[in-house]
């Protein structure tokens, strides 16, 4: 297997437990659990997030011959847009109807990143 295979399949890896732990951290959100601002969630949440950049932005780097391209600024928008809103749904002393709607839109942003990456959503830019 050759490391752009490699950091592709740990990439998509951690897409995946990304947003686990996004769905786990609303589900404690809607449920009024204090361990969505816990150090392990926010550490898990940090620490996904904080790899998927980093093989993102690798792949980025070993798959553009002549610059970045639409489609590494279109994913890397659609990321920062998915943790910015996640970061404000999920952070306490937002009243629970905004922060369902932030959270709601900030896994609208993963799925349609990963939609686009997958090639079956059309770009937006």
């Given at each position: 297997?050759?490391?752009?295979?490699?950091?592709?399949?740990?990439?998509?890896?951690?897409?995946?437990?990304?947003?686990?732990?996004?769905?786990?951290?609303?589900?404690?959100?809607?449920?009024?659990?204090?361990?969505?601002?816990?150090?392990?969630?926010?550490?898990?949440?940090?620490?996904?997030?904080?790899?998927?950049?980093?093989?993102?932005?690798?792949?980025?780097?070993?798959?553009?011959?002549?610059g970045v391209d639409n489609f590494v600024i279109i994913k890397a928008i659609g990321?920062?847009?998915?943790?910015?809103?996640?970061?404000?749904?999920l952070k306490p002393g937002l009243g629970k109807p905004a922060a369902i709607v932030?959270?709601?839109?900030?896994?609208?942003?993963?799925?349609?990143?990963?939609?686009?990456?997958?090639?079956?959503?059309?770009?937006?830019?």
């Amino acid at each position: 297997m050759d490391t752009s295979t490699l950091i592709l399949k740990i990439h998509a890896i951690i897409a995946l437990l990304s947003v686990v732990v996004y769905l786990i951290r609303g589900f404690w959100m809607l449920t009024g659990n204090p361990a969505v601002t816990g150090k392990a969630a926010l550490a898990s949440a940090s620490l996904s997030m904080l790899i998927l950049l980093g093989t993102g932005l690798w792949l980025a780097f070993i798959s553009t011959e002549h610059g970045v391209d639409n489609f590494v600024i279109i994913k890397a928008i659609g990321l920062i847009v998915y943790v910015v809103l996640g970061v404000i749904a999920l952070k306490p002393g937002l009243g629970k109807p905004a922060a369902i709607v932030l959270w709601l839109l900030g896994l609208a942003a993963f799925a349609y990143t990963y939609l686009f990456a997958k090639g079956m959503a059309p770009a937006l830019l």
